[in-house]
């Protein structure tokens, strides 16, 4: 045992020897190689001053810029120790390839003055940032963007202001910056059909400042700042709390409250319904704004906002005034989780519980080639090499392209739902069919929001671990009787499903407003059943977000859900599947199903819920077949 634990401490101090040295070799290859101008503060248009690094070749050449803006502390000394942020690798990164790197954040984090707010507010401090690279005297002039979610999200905004020298974009994971776009209100996925999502209320939880905190002065010398920065990196750290026991809380506009945490954004954002006009007033993209970049996107199916971002992307194709704007957008979609497309590294890319083969992709090469085309004018075969889209199909296993998305042989097919009322968990008799039922059988489930159906898997991100992301087994699930299952046959020969999923319900219930929810899944032949996305609808909202329209006892309605997306193909021997039920928690706030405001409700009452099908009211959902 003596020898054991000796082996053991021999080997933590070697490990973390080696880590040290790993990192301290990657800082003194940036010295070696870069120019580092640290905590140089950028003043905006009313005075306010923004914190940046700087990391520029040791070169009398001008250098175009790859800038990335984050909430996110990026100090590289911690506890009076040097340490290699992802910031330093990405600047190492850079620099190795003849771009200066210029990391800022955003007004009122850590050191950047100011007061802050989602997405670094206002949206002019992003072209005010530009103006400065611009005029630096090592700079050539031109702007690339990059950065993953909180990095990706502020930049659709400034892309509508077109400054002239914001010469491309690599957005990814970037949903959280899209207001409204066509019939989507998800409003920087708070919403999704007009339901909160709730990972802000653990995303918030953390990353929220406090009005009350230690501050530096304003006005403060770069060199105070390089000093202080060596001891106190003004990033505290929240009590650790158990986020699962969190959201149980009621109502939920109390949530963070509950738990000692900063309230004030999310105060004034869980009031607003989906069309309030406070949405357009900060820094979300939404499609009456034009948009002037060329843009590498990037989103991932198990992404929480996978949809938005594919029509997004449309949207920009379609609309954008410049035609060569339009015809400069180019889209990958990764099977990752959110902002994994580059840690995918192994043969096995595991998603949850389910392998989908090799799905590892030349990201960063690919990303240079754009950023060497735009910014450096290396006439590099860039267009004539890279497909318009790049997405991966699940079940075949491959990487595919398209000029088009979806595919334009993609065909919706429509799959109606069908039962003899009795279609109550997997063990009931539901029924998916190319056929629409004549006769009317209503399924009728009960929905206590005090009990509602767990969340399992998903396409999630940010809750602290409360929801694991990805595709899981949901055979358990589906033992409820609160969850309707629909089933298809088994196939007798492969189906790819690729492009967006569209669904329609008819319902009925006995209180005034309820949540409707829909969620895709590949049943293989043992019987596991994987899901492939998912998504919800607030009955209040079904004749849109500019009105509240509320249900009467016995009447049927119609629902048209939101869009999924996906591709996966479902092979031979596999059966594809829908659940139906009213609750998918915490991933999405519970319906009271009261009629009130549900976000300042503690009590719900219990919801009877009927999903109609028959040749007047046919509730089904149509899948995108890749005709060959």
């Known amino acids: 045992m003596h020898h054991f634990l000796i082996s053991i ?70 506890d009076g120790k040097q340490i290699t942020t992802m910031r330093v690798k990405k600047a190492l990164e850079a620099v190795k390839k003849g771009y200066a790197y210029v990391v800022q ?44 979610s909180s990095s990706a999200e502020w930049q659709l905004a400034v892309a509508a202001l077109d400054h002239p020298s914001h010469a491309a974009m690599v957005p990814q994971g970037y949903g959280a910056g899209i207001g409204r776009v066509g019939n989507l209100y998800e409003q920087g996925n708070w919403y999704r059909g007009g339901v909160e999502q709730m990972l802000f ?83 979300l993209y939404h499609d009456d704004m034009d948009f002037g970049v060329p843009s590498f996107w990037f989103a991932s199916w198990y992404d929480l906002s996978i949809t938005p971002n594919l029509v997004l992307f449309n949207h920009v194709r379609n609309n954008a005034k410049d035609t060569s704007i339009r015809d400069n ?56 090499k890279t497909p318009r889209v790049q997405y991966y199909t699940m079940g075949r296993n491959i990487w595919q392209a398209s000029e088009t998305w979806p595919p334009e042989n993609a065909k919706p097919i429509t799959y109606y739902l069908n039962s003899n009322g009795h279609a109550n968990s997997a063990f009931g008799d539901g029924k998916l069919t190319t056929t629409k039922p004549k006769t009317d059988h209503p399924d009728q489930y009960t929905y206590d929001p005090m009990l509602p159906v767990p969340s399992l898997g998903g396409n999630i ?14 055979q358990q699930m589906e033992t409820r009787n609160d969850i309707l299952v629909y089933t298809t046959d088994v196939l007798d020969k492969g189906i790819e499903v690729t492009g967006f999923i569209t669904s329609t319900l008819y319902v009925s219930s006995d209180v005034k407003d309820t949540d409707f929810t829909i969620k895709l899944i590949d049943v293989h032949p043992d019987g596991s059943a994987y899901n492939l996305d998912e998504t919800i609808q607030r009955a209040r909202y079904r004749e849109g977000y500019d009105k509240e329209v509320f249900m009467k006892k016995g009447e049927v309605y119609k629902i048209d859900l939101t869009p999924m997306a996906t591709s996966n193909y479902f092979k031979k021997g596999h059966r594809i599947r829908v659940e139906i039920s009213s609750s998918n928690f915490p991933r999405f706030a519970r319906n009271l199903n009261t009629g009130g405001n549900n976000y300042d409700e503690k009590e719900g009452i219990v919801a009877h819920n009927n999903i109609h099908h028959s040749s007047k009211h046919a509730s089904h959902i149509s899948l995108p077949i890749i005709l060959k």
């Open 9 to 78: 401490i021999t080997s933590y101090f070697l490990f973390n020897s080696f880590s040290v040295i790993a990192q301290n070799e990657v800082l003194q290859e940036l010295e070696e190689i870069a120019i580092i101008d640290q905590k140089v503060m950028i003043p905006m248009r009313d005075g306010v001053r923004l914190a940046a690094d700087v990391y520029r070749p040791k070169t009398d050449k001008k250098v175009p810029i790859i800038f990335s803006r984050t909430p996110y502390n990026f100090n590289n000394w911690v």
């Open 105 to 148: 954040n955003e007004r009122g984090r850590y050191f950047s003055e100011g007061e802050w707010d989602i997405l670094g507010v206002p949206v002019t401090d992003g072209y005010d940032t530009f103006t400065w690279m611009k005029n630096q005297p090592w700079s050539n002039g031109k702007i690339g963007t990059y950065g993953c």
């Open 201 to 283: 209320m653990a995303w918030l939880y953390r990353v929220e400042h406090d009005k009350f905190k230690p501050r530096i002065p304003a006005g403060a010398t770069q060199e105070d700042l390089i000093r202080i920065s060596r001891f106190y990196d003004l990033d505290p750290e929240n009590p650790p709390i158990d986020m699962a026991e969190a959201f149980k809380h009621l109502p939920i506009q109390d949530i963070i409250k509950n738990v000692h945490g900063k309230t004030e954004i999310f105060d004034k954002m869980i009031t607003r319904k989906p069309n309030d006009p406070d949405w357009y007033e900060g820094g």
């Open 329 to 384: 957008q180019y889209l990958v979609i990764s099977p990752n989780l959110h902002c994994e497309f580059t840690r995918g590294t192994s043969q096995n890319t595991i998603i949850g519980e389910l392998s989908v083969g090799d799905a590892r992709l030349n990201y960063d090469e690919q990303i240079y080639a754009w950023f060497d085309f735009w910014l450096k004018g290396e006439q590099n075969n860039f267009k004539e």
């Open 461 to 474: 991100c940010c809750t602290d671990n409360v929801i694991k992301g990805g595709a899981y087994n949901q």
